[in-house]
């Protein structure tokens, strides 16, 4: 009998084996996609969020790989997909990249729109994968969005809120070197 209960509990410990142990193995698709687009496999990250199918932080990591690879207008697209399936103005890495692709395209009111929302939903924005994208990315490109929209006065506020220091102007040349130094400070 005592004999009985050891293969019983012997027999109970292996099929417990067998069905933990291949879940402990299995790995995550997203983290998998982020970790090729955190190593600038831009490629491998594309076909891996590409398998993981409709979800919004799939299209989110799809957006971002496009516009590292400059698509920019199928970046727009992922972008406009992770919002639409999230259904939500709360998921700041879909609105920052947005953001970026709306301010290549030139569309300047719509870039200050998304760096808004990025910013009324983390104040300290910093992107969750590539900690060198920050909320001064943020105020940056809503400062050159005011600038090409001519509105100085929002656009020296922007400046202000990431130059310390900074004397507002309205010499557009002074503003212009201004901002592109800046740029360069933040690439």
């Known amino acids: 009998m005592q004999e009985d209960k050891k293969y019983t509990f012997l027999i109970i410990m292996i099929g417990l084996i067998l069905v933990v142990l291949?879940?402990?193995?299995?790995?995550?698709?997203?983290?998998?996609?982020?970790?090729?687009f955190e190593e600038g496999d831009y490629d491998g990250a594309y076909t891996a969020f590409s398998d993981i199918g409709d979800d919004p932080e799939a299209y989110t990591g799809l957006g971002w790989t496009v516009l590292k690879m400059d698509s920019i207008d199928p970046a727009d697209r992922f972008f406009q997909l992770a919002e639409s399936i999230s259904g939500t103005d709360t998921v700041a890495d879909v609105y920052s990249g947005w953001m970026a692709a709306s301010w290549v395209k030139g569309q300047y009111q719509k870039t200050i729109e998304k760096a808004d929302i990025v910013l009324r939903h983390d104040p300290d924005y910093v992107f969750s994968h590539n900690d060198k994208i920050t909320k001064s990315d943020i105020e940056l490109h809503k400062a050159f969005s005011y600038f090409y929209l001519g509105d100085y006065t929002k656009c020296n506020a922007a400046?202000?809120?990431?130059?310390?220091?900074?004397?507002?102007?309205?010499?557009?040349?002074?503003?212009?070197?201004?901002?592109e130094s800046l740029f360069e400070e933040y690439k």
């Open 22 to 36: 291949p879940a402990c193995n299995e790995s995550d698709p997203l983290e998998e996609a982020w970790a090729k």
């Open 159 to 179: 400046i202000a809120s990431i130059k310390t220091g900074w004397v507002p102007t309205n010499d557009e040349n002074s503003l212009l070197t201004t901002l």
